[in-house]
DNA sequence: TAGATTGTTAATCGATTAACAATC
DNA sequence: TAGATTGTTAATCGATTAACAATC
């Protein structure tokens, strides 16, 4: 039963996890009690294999004869992907693409729980945001202090976002989660990053355009 | 000298491309005029094979005993992933992720022209976003007869996703850019899709946050 | 029990890295 | 020319797929 390894597992697998959990959850709204290896891959396109692969580094959810209890997997998937946690996070940028964020995203559904949002113009200081007034850049450390949040949202300019995430790093931060169009990757070792570079992204469909036979 | 081979390019390789163009851009910004692939390796966090690998996927851009002219590989880049094109690019949903895309998103830096906005709600046609005004659904085929565009971005509902969709590829749409919950590359093939995830992504932080041993 | 399907090992495939001859 | 650095082939590494014994 569940003998989870929580280390040396490749980060392909893990990329995957986060799919598997959206598709056994529609699976288990759906009210699908059980799904073998291979029902799940068709469904995914992907391979049985590498759904027993993926699921066998972190313990045997399945059972020999039956597939997998979505429940149970979920579950499991759920808490490996620590969905159950409350990270604090914190938004910077309350520009149009912030705002957007803090009040599209559902924090709260990964795992995340916004407690706080800066923007460098004093202008905007008070103003509300997904139930939140916007702060000013000046009240970071105090504001840190006291609610050591764990992950920085930065929807910045790429020329304030080396400063702004030194001075978090120094506070205490652990994740960023990078909007701006500047690779954090790059400077901080031991300090998570995702960065979601939404040009590099659409980039890709005018390079599928562009390379496209039927056409 | 430049002998493209447009097909057979791996994925992994097409999806670097975009993070080249990034960093050779600002290199140019800067004003530099050469760089050797070991340099630009140290710069993205790369080896220095695979940036001559990659490169030479699409044309030997570089030259012995010199390196690469950067302004020559930004154009060469440039061209592979269509940057000077402007496909027509259409929005669905303007809600506040809809809204923030349309406004934040420098559509014609990534080879793309957004020429259209709709959402499904009736009280938002005519409000203008990104210099457009929004239209009602029951226009989209008199708009796509007239403008014929080739992208769509989708940030609407998952459960107007897939419905919404199979109107688009009927009406001869090419690629979509999904900010949708929903998986669409499972059910068109043919068709380019990008889903964009940003539950995913986040989800990462709170794994690698669970995950890590400083802690 | 017989049938089904997992967990896991072994085989294959692809992607990355290393090495080096070509050449500017 | 000598030094540097590419383009490209060969070696390594990792990830995916196939196979099958274990077992529910």
Redo the contacts between chains.
Sequence with gaps: MPNAK??GISNSV??R???Y???VGELVKKGTIRISSGELAD???LTASQIRQDLNCFGGFGQQGYGYNLIELQSEIGK????E?R?KTVLFGA???G???A???N?K????CLTGIFDADENKTGERVAGLKIMGNERIEAFFEKEKP??AVLCIPKTAAQELADRLVSLGI????NFS?Y?L??SHK?I?V?N????????????????????
Tied chains: 1, 2.
């Design positions: 929580k280390t893990i990329r996890l986060p799919r959990y959206r598709f469904k995914m396109s490996i992907l620590g969905i946690n990270h520009g149009n693409l705002k957007a964020i009040t599209h995203m924090f559904e990964y795992g995340c764990l992950i652990k994740a960023f989660w169009h690779d990757t790059v031991n998570i995702e979601v570079h939404l040009g590099d992204s659409i980039m890709m469909l005018s390079y599928g355009i562009v390379h496209s036979d039927f056409n």
